[in-house]
């Protein structure tokens, strides 16, 4: 009772504050009209900044012949203009006004690709920039916009002539002074810290007076220091945000060096401190650890970032701040997390996997969490954040967090986490030739009465990975019987084959012929099907290797991994 008062609780405090912050965001918009933002028209853009992101111009082939490969969905417009589409997903437009694409038609490079984005961006002028409404002038996509628009000025106003030349401009710049004026009411989170960017670009990429620019620098800098933690990671505890957010530091970065105007020193150390971050989620293969929000990632993207890494070293391998740990020994790396779930209004992607962890071994995945399907159905969100479709254990087919699918307040605080674990303790276990931690957390004491303990080391070069898990009541002291039905859950990466080797032993085969050997001392291992959401082309079908039984009669399981 206690624990659904405290959750409906923190549920009505979230939508107190997001209520209030859209209130003053109102307030202090006033009237939305466009006029409200009209000024000076700068007479030039200075510079283009760099773009990080992979470019495909065949993606500028498709959008020329009208069809939009955007957010997982491919919208054929049939020469009807894009932005009157009203069938596509909410993801797809927020990708169409976010202009992201014209990367595509840079990297074309011909006249033709310019010609088209010159055409797309008036067309956008023309239906919406004359209405601040909508989609569209959303303030986080409005912020991608503003970088979008700055970063290929040159392919969108090549060969532009005078007018639409400085109706561009002028649509940038209502643009700018519509996000600086909203940009302080913004929820917490990634999207308002690239407002803040968009912002330092745009005082760089424009006439600006210097006092602007110290502004745009001094706002980025707070930002930067509330949101980057100091190992590194991102507060919403999501890699991906990571990966996004270093996309566009890195180019501001560049900007200020090539406007010899010298960069903010929390710019500078954020960089610094997120590089090896990234490095600390990222596999052998190139992609990163699925949690809280992470899905399927091409190991070329995270390539083209960390080709500015200049910090050298090995990856940490205890991210403390970050609330996660990582093992790493002859080729064997495992990643695991041992955080509490970042703050309810950064929680919109965080899953409920306290205590899982990842296992891979040279470039094949052996165990991992099921991730998310970025652009797939709404309806299987809950599941993919629910602690069953991770590595980890459950305790009564019940997640270790409960997700706010709150009715009638989904658009004012979207599926927020709520109730999960408060206290996550974890201690590394390192000495010679051993990597290790043991955690624990409380996510299930409210309810149940009962704490989920995993210690986990690796050892032998890599060769051997051992676990126990352990569930006890305040104390240590024995579960009581009777809602104490555990479930320990490895789910295995699609790609790999499951073979039978003894009573209490399975063989996990990867495509790059390793194979290493699974086995529990205490009970007999079950195979049952699974589902990989984080899949390139979309969910897949898997297996996972699962234990059943009462934490009454086995307080604590002892499980290996061995490669052979």
Not at 359 to 386: K, Q, T, W
Request: aromatic share 8%; net charge neutral.
């Amino acid at each position: 009772m206690g624990f659904e008062r405290s959750g409906s609780l923190e549920l009505w405090a979230l939508v107190a504050a997001a209520a209030w912050r859209k209130l003053r965001g109102r307030l202090r918009l006033g009237p939305v009209y466009r006029w409200r933002f009209t000024g000076r028209t700068p007479e030039r853009i200075l510079i283009a900044p760099p773009d990080l992101r992979l470019a495909d111009p065949q993606i500028a082939h498709e959008i020329y012949h009208c069809r939009f490969p955007f957010a997982g969905s491919l919208v054929d417009t049939r020469g009807a203009s894009p932005f009157e589409i009203e069938a596509a997903s909410r993801q797809w437009k927020a990708a169409l006004h976010g202009f992201g694409w014209l990367r595509h038609m840079n990297a074309a490079g011909t006249d033709l690709a310019a010609a088209n984005a010159r055409a797309l961006a008036a067309d956008w002028m023309a239906l919406h920039g004359r209405r601040i409404d909508g989609i569209a002038w959303d303030a986080g996509i409005t912020a991608r916009r503003i970088i979008a628009w700055l970063q290929h000025s040159g392919i969108v106003l090549q060969g532009a002539d005078y007018p639409f030349y400085r109706a561009f401009l002028r649509a940038l710049a209502i643009q700018i002074r519509y996000l600086r004026t909203l940009a302080p009411e913004m929820a917490d989170g990634e999207d308002r810290l690239r407002a803040r960017i968009a912002l330092a670009f745009a005082a760089l990429s424009l006439p600006s007076a210097p006092a602007a620019r110290r502004n745009a620098a001094r706002q980025l800098s707070v930002e930067l220091d509330r949101q980057i933690l100091p190992d590194g990671g991102h507060v919403s505890r999501n890699p991906e945000a990571v990966l996004e957010l270093l996309a566009d530091l890195l180019p501001l970065r560049h900007t200020y060096f090539n406007q010899a105007e010298p960069p903010p020193e929390a710019l500078i150390g954020a960089v610094e401190r997120m590089l090896p971050a990234l490095r600390f989620f990222r596999h052998q293969d190139g992609t990163l650890a699925r949690f809280n929000g992470m899905g399927a990632t091409s190991h070329d993207r995270i390539a083209a970032i960390l080709h500015h890494d200049d910090t050298g070293g090995a990856p940490l391998l205890n991210a403390s701040h970050s609330g996660y740990q990582r093992l790493s020994m002859g080729g064997v790396t495992v990643i695991a997390d041992t955080g509490p779930p970042p703050p309810a209004e950064l929680s919109h992607q965080a899953q409920a996997g306290c205590l899982s962890f990842e296992l891979s071994s040279g470039r094949s995945h052996f165990v991992v969490n099921c991730g998310i399907d970025a652009y797939g159905a709404e309806d299987f969100r809950p599941l993919a954040r629910s602690t069953a479709a991770h590595s980890t254990a459950t305790l009564n087919d019940t997640s270790s967090a409960r997700f706010a699918l709150s009715h009638g307040f989904g658009d004012l605080i979207g599926t927020p986490l709520i109730d999960g674990p408060r206290h996550v303790p974890c201690q590394r276990l390192d000495s010679d030739g051993i990597q290790g931690f043991v955690a624990r957390h409380d996510g299930y004491a409210a309810r149940f009465g009962l704490y989920h303990e995993r210690e986990v080391a690796l050892s032998a070069g890599g060769e051997v990975l051992e676990g126990v898990d352990r569930i006890f009541r305040k104390g240590g002291e024995v579960a009581r019987p009777g809602r104490d039905l555990a479930a320990v859950r490895f789910h295995l990466h699609p790609d790999i084959t499951l073979f039978e080797n003894s009573r209490h032993g399975l063989v996990l085969a990867g495509p790059d012929d390793q194979r290493w050997e699974f086995s529990c001392e205490e009970l007999a291992p079950q195979v049952e099907d699974s589902l990989f959401f984080a899949g390139i082309a979309g969910p897949r079908r898997s297996r996972q290797i699962v234990f059943a039984y009462h934490a009454s009669e086995h307080p604590e399981i002892h499980w290996r991994f061995l490669r052979l």
